[in-house]
């Protein structure tokens, strides 16, 4: 019995060109016979000869089997009410427009023969790529529901789609364009009128290109990759304010050398004056140590300026109105200055010193992005986060002070679950060493580290840096907040989009 010879491909994606005419007339036959059929040969050519990267076609031992056309326009002109002759000129692109923002997909085709080698999908990442490398705004399409014709008696074209992204109903072209990333951005009545399947309706597709960079940045705008520096300092016995600014200053002078544009410091940053007070009950030196924190942050204030960077001051001892709290400072380089509050205080504050818990939790606006501080105890309640997060912020800091390893550690994991489950970055730091005789400051443990979300784009265990443990140094390290736009929308988990506010949600009462 003779053995059928299994075909040998060869594909090849390359651009389209004049003389490939005649060969892919014979293609849209193939496809399009009840839509018209193939395009005129003036209208390929005015589509070859506007925009030739945009015309792409795989081929197969040399026949064409499949191919998609495109076009670049201004889609403000157009906007999402416009038919497919309007915005494509009846075929001949005469609205192509190199300056514009967005990339319209103009036609996708495969012979029959070849749809379960999925040429299509390929088709469609090399049109993502070349909006991609032409710096556009989004992907638009108008899209077929060729299956409606099914249903047209019994479900309107919403609903349809609808069932179509519930994967209750499989459209052939619908749900390809959902599967490959696309989201439907409006219905189009009229779209194709010839087109008898859709019922001459259509869906506006957009896919949005996360790497697209604004062609005209202002002068100090938002930076994407944003440098931070933690400092893991050692506590020792200071005798004045202007020792600690000095001190301080040290490892600010450091990391703004490295051009970071945040420098961390740990939590009761201040504490080495606590020496200042041996004589006094832990309730009045931690009082009288609050004393010193208007001086302080004035003092690193200034330096933010000097610098250029923004200072996380850790946090320090605020008491006034016979109330103590646990603040931190953002201190912004442009001379304006934030407070958070810790919000969740443990055990050892209240019974020891007197702390009482704030009750507001800041998502600040900064020069790069928004950013939230929570204070050691507060990285371990998974709320805050989610709520800084929802509200906008991409990085959150946190100072914290633990004098056991498994103090440490409870901070340290939370807050790297903190990155994970809320896809940003998370920076923290605490002090080492020894302070002697400054009851319940005198032991620390610590290892600063910056942790990213867990993905393909992240490091492998999502450390992007890691200090020595108890060891006084600085980390600097990069992230790139266009990294999290990615993940949010195309990572292998997206736990923010994939939230069920249907059945749950937080609220800030």
Same mark, same amino acid.
């Given at each position: ?212 960079? *604004?062609?005209?940045?202002? &002068?100090? +705008?938002?930076?994407?990759? #944003? =440098?931070? %520096?933690?400092?893991?300092?050692? @506590? ?47 309730? *009045?030196?931690?009082?009288? &140590?609050? +004393?010193?924190?208007?001086? #302080? =942050?004035? %003092?690193?204030?200034?330096?933010? @300026? ?62 790069? %992005? ?140």
């Amino acid at each position: 019995m003779k053995k059928d010879k299994i075909k040998k491909h060869k594909l090849l994606l390359r651009h389209l060109t004049l003389d490939d005419y005649d060969n892919i007339a014979i293609l849209m036959e193939h496809v399009y016979g009840n839509l018209g059929g193939a395009w005129k040969k003036d209208q390929y050519t005015s589509q070859i000869t506007r925009f030739p990267e945009g015309q792409i076609v795989i081929e197969d031992n040399g026949q064409l089997v499949a191919a998609a056309l495109s076009m670049v326009v201004d889609y403000a002109r157009f906007g999402d009410v416009h038919t497919y002759a309007q915005i494509t000129s009846n075929g001949y692109l005469t609205h192509h427009n190199p300056l514009g923002d967005t990339l319209y997909g103009v036609d996708i085709f495969v012979h029959p023969k070849y749809r379960g080698l999925r040429l299509g999908r390929r088709l469609y990442d090399a049109r993502k790529e070349l909006c991609r490398n032409l710096n556009l705004r989004r992907f638009i399409a108008g899209g077929r529901i060729p299956g409606y014709a099914k249903y047209a008696d019994t479900l309107t074209p919403v609903r349809y789609i609808e069932e179509v992204k519930n994967r209750e109903i499989y459209d052939p072209v619908l749900s390809f364009q959902l599967f490959n990333g696309f989201h439907v951005r409006k219905l189009l009545t009229g779209y194709l009128p010839v087109d008898v399947d859709s019922k001459g309706f259509a869906t506006l597709l957009e896919w949005v290109n996360l790497d697209y960079v *604004d062609k005209t940045p202002s &002068l100090g +705008g938002s930076k994407n990759v #944003i =440098r931070l %520096g933690v400092v893991q300092w050692q @506590m020792r016995t200071l005798s004045s304010v202007e020792e600690l600014l000095k001190h301080a200053e040290f490892f600010i002078d450091a990391v703004a050398g490295y051009h970071a544009d945040f420098v961390l410091f740990p939590e009761y940053m201040s504490a080495p004056l606590m020496g200042l007070f041996n004589d006094k009950s832990p309730p *009045d030196a931690i009082r009288a &140590l609050a +004393g010193f924190t208007s001086e #302080i =942050r004035n %003092g690193l204030l200034e330096m933010a @300026m000097s610098y250029n960077i923004n200072i996380i001051a850790g946090s320090m001892p605020e008491y006034s109105n016979h109330e103590l709290y646990n603040v931190s400072w953002l201190l912004r380089r442009d001379g304006t200055f934030e407070a958070q509050y810790k919000i969740h205080v443990t055990i050892d504050e209240v019974s020891c010193w007197g702390v009482q818990g704030g009750d507001a939790l800041k998502v600040f606006d900064t020069d790069c %992005g928004k950013i939230a501080v929570l204070i050691c105890y507060d990285s371990e309640f998974p709320e805050l986060a989610r709520l800084a997060t929802i509200q906008g912020a991409q990085i959150i800091f946190v100072p914290f002070w633990t004098d056991t390893k498994n103090a440490y550690q409870r901070v340290r994991y939370c807050s790297h679950a903190r990155a994970i489950e809320n896809e940003c970055f998370v920076a923290i730091t605490g002090s080492v060493g020894n302070l002697p005789h400054a009851e319940n400051m005198d032991i620390q443990y610590a290892q600063a580290a910056i942790f990213s979300p867990s993905d393909f784009s992240f490091p492998h265990d999502a450390i992007l840096a890691e200090a020595t443990p108890n060891t006084e140094m600085t980390l600097i390290a990069d992230v790139n907040l266009d990294l999290l736009k990615q993940v949010r929308t195309r990572g292998a988990a997206r736990n923010l989009a994939n939230r069920r506010p249907d059945l749950y949600r937080l609220e800030w009462f």
